[in-house]
DNA sequence: TATTGTTATACTCTATAACTATA
DNA sequence: TATAGTTATAGAGTATAACAATA
């Protein structure tokens, strides 16, 4: 059974075609090193990965970060803290926002991420040389930039 | 409200992470210059080019080029065949297969999809520089590659 | 028996709208 | 009146399992 390959036309040159594509592949890698073993999907895992970089954090920076709405935010933060990975307290000079912190569990699980996160990318270096898996990182920043507002 | 920006971490390298706030840039750019004004979601975009470039094709290759399982296909098609987009035959030999083609309605949607992903593509161009767009296909074509089966 | 495609069903993710409370 | 966060609800996308038809 010989089969002709098939032509992608158009779709060869534009770059949310092959974004998506390549979204496949890690997102099996993720799951296989992270999401799995450690039960954490990838919003909790980023949302750990920040916490663990910055300390306490508001609600509203981490929506930002992680590009996601405050509803969504929410739900997720609801099943962190019933799993005791994170803890929310009032801010001591205005009533209406959080911070939110990781608890000792949550950072010990982090630390754990961060590890396992690490030996994901070395996987991806079986795709890509160190100098190409900073290239793609450097060209997906640059793509992902938010436009200045008009 | 002077706020110290927020660190990534170790997300900061982490290709997965990256494919993800680029996707969400590349989605709203798709929904402005393809979704909206020609009524078409990324998944039938991408059906259009592949019959576009390739002529009538089974559904069980372009399940295999669009990344999706048979079941999710089967409702795409559905829904293009129901706008005359599409049409399926059987296949002259081999009862079980089909070949899907475009209809005259079809190739021309699809010839207007291909200009406006021109022009989505050089709106990329105001991020990335020609050849930051290619270098940038280029190595998501080579993290997207599947691992040869073991 | 294996393969192609369909139907039925459920789950995850995410969004919008309406709401509460603080400022 | 504006902002931070929550609740309620719905929609899009996708997956798995069970099925029908053909080889």
């Known amino acids: 059974?010989?089969?002709?390959?098939?032509?992608?036309?158009?779709?060869?040159?534009i770059v949310g075609f092959h974004l998506a594509q390549a979204t496949v592949v890690a997102e099996e890698m993720f799951e296989r090193h992270i999401g799995a073993p450690l039960d954490l999907r990838k919003a909790e895992f980023s949302l750990l990965m920040l916490?663990?970089?910055n300390g306490p954090l508001a609600p509203k920076r981490l929506a930002q970060c992680l590009a996601m709405t405050a509803p969504s935010l929410t739900l997720l933060m609801a099943r962190m803290e019933a799993r005791k990975l994170l803890s929310r307290e009032r801010h001591p000079t205005?009533?209406?926002?959080q911070q939110v912190a990781a608890t000792p569990?949550?950072?010990?699980?982090?630390?754990?991420?961060?590890?396992?996160?690490?030996e994901m990318e070395q996987e991806m270096g079986t795709r890509?040389?160190?100098?190409?898996?900073?290239?793609l990182i450097e060209l997906l920043r640059k793509a992902a930039t938010r436009k200045p507002a008009a």
Do not use: C, F, I, N
């Not at 205005?94 to 926002?97: K, L, V």
């Not at 890509?128 to 290239?135: D, G």
């Open 1 to 13: 059974m010989t089969t002709r390959p098939t032509s992608l036309g158009p779709l060869a040159e």
């Open 128 to 135: 890509l040389s160190a100098a190409e898996h900073a290239m």
């Open 105 to 118: 569990a949550g950072r010990k699980l982090a630390e754990r991420s961060t590890s396992a996160a690490l």
């Open 51 to 53: 916490l663990l970089a």
């Open 94 to 97: 205005d009533g209406r926002s």
